[in-house]
């Protein structure tokens, strides 16, 4: 019996990096997981995973930058499990060509996954959450929301927007006992950021630090949210001055 038994979530983007690591650090706790992405291959290898550890999860392969695909993902949800908990939107990706050559298909693209697709979850997770008088929603934001990179103008953009859309649940929430919440994670050792892999240890974190996160903010009770949290690697330059 782990502290989210009973519980059941969604976690977007749960096929690769910081979204799998979420999905099955909340398994391992007891909550039934569904997992959204579009790799479908990834999503049912990590489900099996799951399972065969003790946990139970459900593979649900979804775009969600397109609007009948979230609608669909929160049908089988509750056709399935009858309520849900959490949504943890975690789906996103950065492109790093710059501002003067970005096309604005590219740019639209980046805004779709990282904030469409979140906006369009979360409407969904509350058309849920309200009838049941509680609820937790976790996005997963960026340090870039605070200090950006050069050459992410996109990835930047939609991480503070992120920011406010999460500000501006959590005022819609509060009166059905929904909570909302966001966590801003420093360089993680994942796919999203090419050679990642190659930077030295000390200036990076491992997603299950992220996850870990996730899980503390799922476990408090339903009158306390942890409204932000910023994790990195004491090693990363993020605070002084050079």
């Not at 519980?7 to 039934?32: C, N, Q």
């Not at 904030?115 to 976790?138: D, H, N």
Request: one cysteine or more.
């Amino acid at each position: 019996m782990g502290k989210l038994s009973g519980r059941v979530g969604i976690v977007t983007g749960a096929s690769s990096g910081i979204g799998a690591a979420i999905a099955k650090a909340l398994a391992a706790e007891g909550m039934a997981v569904v997992l959204a992405a579009r790799r479908k291959d990834r999503l049912e290898a990590l489900a099996a995973e799951i399972e065969a550890a003790g946990g139970r999860a459900r593979a649900c392969q979804t775009d969600v930058s397109v609007e009948d695909d979230v609608i669909c993902l929160f049908h089988a949800a509750n056709n399935e499990f009858a309520r849900l908990d959490l949504l943890v939107n975690c789906a996103g990706f950065t492109d790093p060509t710059p501002t003067h050559e970005l096309s604005l298909a590219a740019w639209r693209a980046i805004i779709d996954v990282n904030l469409t697709a979140a906006f369009l979850c979360s409407r969904e997770a509350l058309r849920v959450m309200r009838p049941q008088k509680r609820g937790r929603i976790i996005n997963i934001g960026s340090i870039s929301a605070k200090v950006p990179r050069p050459d992410s103008i996109g990835y930047t953009t939609t991480k503070f927007a992120l920011d406010g859309l999460t500000r501006s649940l959590a005022l819609d929430g509060r009166a059905h006992g929904i909570t909302v919440s966001i966590i801003h994670p420093g360089a993680a050792a994942t796919e999203l950021v090419p050679d990642m892999d190659k930077r030295p240890a000390a200036d990076t974190m491992q997603a299950v630090e992220v996850a870990s996160i996730a899980v503390l903010m799922a476990s408090l009770p339903d009158e306390t949210n942890l409204l932000e949290a910023t994790i990195l690697p004491v090693a990363q330059p993020f605070l002084g001055r050079g």
